[in-house]
């Protein structure tokens, strides 16, 4: 046999002391494809982990801020205040904010406290004082607590149930709303009913 026939299947000829440099070759490549596969479904499921973890904490964040607003609300109470000598009913809202008195205060203090949540530049403010206040009007516009922030949206809205309808809107002349249907996204809206509502009617009904 000539030499150059020799040295042409020196790459490829199984010897009994082991594997040819073509089949060494071949598993190197396999064994790298599998651990490129590996690394890689072990960094998607890393951060799958990390955005469900951080998609759960702001879950479990925002259902906080909610059970709160819920139970103040469920508390709500038709606190009389005067306002240029005319007596209205301490609670008054807008879609991106509410005010209102409610008998969850310091325990302790007990009494009333007046509450105050706002919504602006995906933020959400609080604000809180005790009752009586005189200065109740002037307070209400001093600095406010950031509650919470990277909040989608927050709306409210307030259902009279004489009229059947809901409103964007209610003022301290109207007494209380029979419920207010509450929307922090990306949760779907939720209705808390105020009890002392059947307290209070329209300012100026018969």
Do not use: C
């Not at 009333?112 to 604000?127: E, G, N, R």
Request: no cysteine; net charge negative; proline share 2%.
């Amino acid at each position: 046999m000539k030499i150059s026939n020799q040295l042409s299947v020196i790459g490829t000829k199984r010897t009994d002391s082991g594997f040819t440099l073509f089949e060494v070759v071949i598993a190197f490549m396999i064994l790298t494809l599998v651990l490129l596969g590996i690394g890689q479904g072990l960094y998607i499921s890393q951060n799958a982990w990390e955005r469900g973890e951080a998609e759960t904490g702001e879950t479990q964040r925002l259902r906080i801020l909610s059970s709160m607003l819920s139970q103040q609300l469920k508390s709500a109470y038709p606190y009389n205040i005067k306002i240029d000598n005319e007596e209205v009913v301490l609670f008054k809202g807008e879609d991106d904010s509410i005010m209102f008195a409610t008998t969850l205060a310091d325990q302790t203090y007990g009494g009333f406290k007046w509450v105050k949540y706002s919504f602006k530049d995906m933020t959400l403010f609080y604000k809180e004082g005790m009752l009586p206040d005189k200065e109740l009007i002037d307070h209400v516009d001093d600095d406010e607590e950031l509650l919470d922030s990277d909040i989608e949206s927050v709306k409210f809205e307030y259902y009279f149930s004489e009229a059947e309808q809901w409103q964007d809107s209610w003022g301290m002349d109207e007494g209380m709303p029979d419920a207010v249907r509450i929307t922090v996204s990306p949760f779907e809206p939720f209705l808390v009913y105020i009890a002392n509502a059947l307290q209070t009617k329209k300012i100026g009904d018969g």
